[in-house]
């Protein structure tokens, strides 16, 4: 079992950055691929990027890809979301995910485990 927490976010203006974690209990996350995903209001939840556990793969969405970053120190059963030159379309809660597999999955059954969520605001 693991219990994963996420913080980092809140309101930015539009071209700014924020930088999110998620740092999980009950287990270590080092065999777990994570995940980022986000929901807006009144929109599914989707993809974002994912880390493999070894942290030298990682795979994004077209619409985050070069602005947003994934990183994990398994040390610190932490994961990170580095997000660069936001837009408004970016204002969403953001999940992060753990996937006991050694894929890199795009779709949210995939995942085992969730976070509560944490939100972020970008203003124009």
């Known amino acids: 079992q693991v219990h994963l927490v996420e913080s980092g976010g809140g309101l930015v203006q539009a071209g700014g950055s924020l930088r999110l974690s998620c740092t999980a209990s009950?287990?270590?996350?080092?065999?777990?691929?994570m995940g980022w995903f986000r929901q807006a209001p009144g929109g599914e939840r989707e993809f974002v990027g994912c880390?493999?556990?070894?942290?030298?793969?990682?795979r994004y969405t077209d619409s985050v890809e070069g602005r947003f970053t994934i990183s994990r120190d398994n040390a610190k059963n932490t994961v990170f979301l580095q997000m660069n030159s936001l837009k408004p379309e970016d204002t969403a809660v953001y999940y992060c995910?753990?996937?006991?597999?050694?894929?890199?999955?795009?779709?949210?059954?995939?995942?085992?485990?969730w976070g509560q969520g944490t939100q972020v605001t970008v203003s124009s």
């Open positions: 995910a753990a996937d006991y597999s050694f894929t890199l999955e795009i779709h949210t059954a995939s995942y085992d485990y």
């Open positions: 009950g287990r270590t996350i080092s065999s777990f691929t």
């Open positions: 880390i493999s556990w070894g942290g030298n793969l990682t």
